[in-house]
């Protein structure tokens, strides 16, 4: 009885010897890590032998992807007087399942700073992290469905691109569900 | 004169002058002795060759299966080959351990140990197939169901290999347990002879404390029945099993019923040829001739005969069967065999395995010890080659020609193979001298029905076993009371002797010991040496061998007891602690 106490106290000790070996600042260790290293080149991968030592590389300039189109108006005054003028690619049948998906995306990206009701009364603003952000009701600033995309696409002032977060429908639709929000604080 | 009655036409399985003593001695001679220059020869053979195997499985293993030289479609060959050789091997063994005891076979008791002893080793040898021929051998503990990290990911239990890892496994802890439960009551005899002090204590760990009563001994023999009665459909199963590997699959040449008994019936044959081998050169060596007779060697002869000719059987149904099925593979696959690039290893297993045993129908050649060792070996050689073929003629053409191929082996292909060898001979040569070779408890009790000396005793009619002559009843020629008194008086002359060289013991100077503390001295021991006046640890550390003589004279009891736990020794020590 003496020994079998002594014997599983022994292994109780190794066995917690053996867990505390882990470092939780550190990865833990493994069985023959056969395949869990990438052979290939992982998106975000340290690369040495590459330009900025990432794996993830600029495209040639003035190039096309298959399935984009180049914007084509560029991010000064004048564009964005030109961009006055362009209207919804998107479908108008389904107009209430874009703005569905415009609402989302605005909840997400946008009304942060813009407020939910586009009042300019976003959180960040409340806790004044951050100042001078417009109402879209503001009649100095005048957008329009045109302007909103554009403003999206380069940004204005202290706001920056959001053409990294949205993708060309995206950000159609946020602008559409911008107009929307327009319409109800002018009422 | 016994009512025992065994038929005339027996012969003596135990050759010789040989009482149980002579028993003892001869088969405790080879683990009481020292090895011999040639052993120490023969192991580092083995040893170089088994060293050399390591070496090519730590390249393998470490480098990969690309090493060998399988390929694409011959993706089993020398791996497979020698796992199933080697199983085969091993399955004489519990054969004649648990089959042959079921039929009740005297004949088995000299050589049930060595042939477990193969079982054991050989099976360890080809256990070492299915994990070193694995691609990721070091993933090898995933074939066990056991609950894990992986959502308890399981085997799939439809596959012949997993249940080669139940059947090998099972085959090997069952054969050890087997071999090891017969081997208790000889461990416990070489204990009880053994006079080094580190010889003792091994085999009394190893003995576990075996002491041979009749509760042990009816324990002991229901045992032994249940495990043969469990390891002879083990046996068959196991087999059974490994060829389920070749013979559940799609391949022409391997999609076959006939497998099952007929590997069965193939690795009974390669068993015995090797335990015909070894036993050959062991009953030389260990001079065992006595008891591994060329009755014994006959016999075995003969189980290799009728095996071999129900593989020959096997081989013709699996060619008529192929010309009779009307398939066109099938047919080709044994075409291919015969005439195709290997039909020099078909033609070898067809007269290693199909004519080699027929000569045993010949007295003059099965009783020959020479002919007998030359054709166990060419049987094993021919039975590695129906592995070969079966394996690698089925997979190198089989359905699409464009995968047709060939095989040669590497270097490292044939250097796992003479490892093993090499292993397999270490360990055996290690347990010929370490283990009783031959279970002389079993030997023991068919000594005095088919011992030679009894039965010449029966035969002339002469008791088997007359009381020795003891000093009194020599004496008693005498009178009865001149007897006594005589006696009586040479008694009092051997005490006196023996009290002057150990020293007299005076009751009012001297203070009695507790002569119990001395280890092989019980109550009745001391009030036997208080009687003759031995009292103190200084007394009976004056004893030399002709006072234990005198004393074992006097006494009567326990002869050799004395000497043989060293009492004056102990007494030394015991009393240099007293004072």
């Known amino acids: 009885?003496?020994?079998?106490?002594?014997?599983?106290?022994?292994?109780?000790?190794g066995l917690?010897?053996?867990a505390s070996c882990q470092n939780e600042r550190e990865p833990n260790y493994q069985y023959m890590p056969n395949m869990y290293e990438s052979v290939g080149y992982e998106t975000y991968e340290k690369v040495e032998w590459l330009p900025a030592g990432t794996e993830a590389q600029l495209p040639a300039e003035h190039t096309i992807a298959r399935g984009k189109i180049p914007y084509g108006i560029e991010n000064n005054p004048a564009g964005k007087e030109l961009s006055r003028a362009l209207t919804s690619p998107l479908d108008s049948l389904q107009?209430?399942?874009?703005?569905?998906?415009?609402k989302e995306l605005y909840d997400i990206y946008c009304a942060i700073c813009h407020g939910t009701k586009?009042?300019?009364?976003?959180t960040l603003v409340k806790r004044e992290k951050i100042l001078g952000v417009p109402s879209y009701d503001d009649v100095g600033r005048n957008i329009n469905l045109g302007s909103t995309y554009h403003v999206i696409y380069y940004g204005q002032n202290a706001m920056g691109s959001y053409a990294n977060q949205l993708n060309e429908t995206e950000r159609w639709q946020v602008s559409e569900y911008v107009m929307v929000l327009k319409e109800n604080l002018t009422q | 004169m016994a009512s025992h009655y065994e038929a005339p036409i027996r012969k003596p399985l135990v050759l010789g002058d040989k009482g149980y003593h002579e028993v003892s001695v001869d088969i405790a001679a080879p683990v009481e002795g020292r090895a011999n220059k040639?052993?120490?020869?023969?192991?580092?053979?083995a040893l170089v060759a088994f060293l050399w195997g390591v070496g090519c499985i730590i390249y393998t293993i470490s480098t990969g299966i690309g090493t060998w030289g399988l390929n694409r479609t011959v993706n089993w060959a020398w791996d497979i080959t020698n796992f199933v050789w080697w199983v085969g091997i091993g399955h004489a063994g519990t054969l004649i351990s648990a089959v042959l005891l079921l039929f009740r076979q005297k004949w088995r008791m000299a050589i049930n140990r060595s042939a477990e002893a193969m079982t054991i080793f050989s099976v360890i040898q080809a256990g070492l197939f299915p994990i070193i021929h694995m691609g990721r051998p070091w993933l090898a503990y995933w074939v066990v169901p056991i609950p894990n990290a992986y959502g308890s990911l399981w085997v799939n239990f439809n596959s012949p290999l997993l249940w080669d890892v139940f059947a090998i496994s099972t085959y090997l802890s069952v054969s050890l347990v087997f071999w090891w439960t017969g081997l208790l009551p000889d461990f416990a005899m070489i204990r009880d002879r053994a006079v080094k002090p580190f010889q003792k204590k091994i085999y009394s760990l190893v003995s576990f404390g075996w002491s041979g009563r009749a509760k042990d001994w009816q324990r002991f023999e229901e045992v032994s029945l249940v495990l043969a009665g469990l390891a002879t459909p083990l046996v068959l199963s196991v087999h059974t099993i490994v060829s389920f590997d070749f013979a559940t699959s799609v391949i022409p040449g391997w999609h076959t019923t006939i497998f099952p008994p007929y590997f069965v019936a193939g690795a009974i044959f390669s068993g015995f040829a090797m335990v015909q081998t070894l036993l050959i050169i062991m009953r030389k060596v260990c001079n065992l001739e006595a008891y591994i007779t060329v009755q014994h060697i006959e016999l075995m002869n003969i189980v290799i005969m009728i095996t071999g000719s129900i593989v020959g059987c096997a081989y013709i149904t699996e060619l008529v069967i192929a010309w009779y099925s009307g398939v066109e593979y099938e047919q080709y696959a044994f075409l291919n065999r015969a005439t195709g690039p290997y039909w020099w290893s078909y033609l070898l297993m067809m007269t290693c395995n199909v004519v080699s045993p027929q000569v045993m129908w010949f007295k003059k050649i099965r009783t020959s010890i020479l002919i007998s060792f030359i054709i166990s070996i060419v049987v094993n050689i021919g039975m590695w080659f129906e592995r070969f073929v079966i394996i690698v003629t089925s997979l190198h053409r089989d359905y699409l020609p464009s995968s047709w191929t060939m095989?040669?082996?590497?270097?490292?292909?044939?250097g796992i193979f003479i490892g093993t060898i090499g292993f397999f001979f270490v360990l055996f040569l290690l347990y010929s001298r370490t283990f009783p070779v031959i279970a002389q408890a079993e030997v023991k009790s068919i000594l005095k029905s088919s011992g030679e000396r009894y039965k010449k005793l029966r035969e002339a009619g002469k008791p088997l076993y007359e009381m020795p002559?003891?000093?009194?009843?020599i004496s008693a020629a005498g009178s009865v009371e001149e007897n006594s008194e005589r006696a009586a008086a040479s008694r009092e002359n051997q005490v006196n002797t023996l009290l002057d060289r150990l020293g007299t013991f005076d009751p009012i100077t001297d203070k009695a010991d507790d002569l119990k503390r001395i280890k092989g001295i019980g109550p009745q021991m001391e009030r036997a040496l208080n009687q003759l006046g031995i009292y103190t640890f200084a007394q009976v550390s004056r004893m030399t061998e002709e006072e234990y003589n005198m004393l074992d004279e006097i006494t009567g009891s326990f002869p050799g007891r004395a000497q043989r736990d060293d009492w004056a020794g102990q007494?030394?020590?015991?009393?240099?602690?007293?004072q």
């Open chain 1, 1 to 13: 009885m003496k020994q079998l106490l002594s014997i599983s106290l022994i292994c109780a000790t």
């Open chain 1, 16 to 18: 917690l010897l053996l």
């Open chain 1, 95 to 102: 107009s209430e399942e874009n703005l569905a998906v415009g």
């Open chain 1, 118 to 122: 586009g009042d300019g009364q976003g």
């Open chain 2, 38 to 45: 040639q052993w120490w020869i023969v192991f580092s053979i």
């Open chain 2, 407 to 414: 095989f040669s082996p590497s270097f490292v292909d044939i």
């Open chain 2, 469 to 473: 002559k003891t000093l009194a009843e």
């Open chain 2, 571 to 578: 007494a030394q020590v015991l009393n240099a602690k007293k």
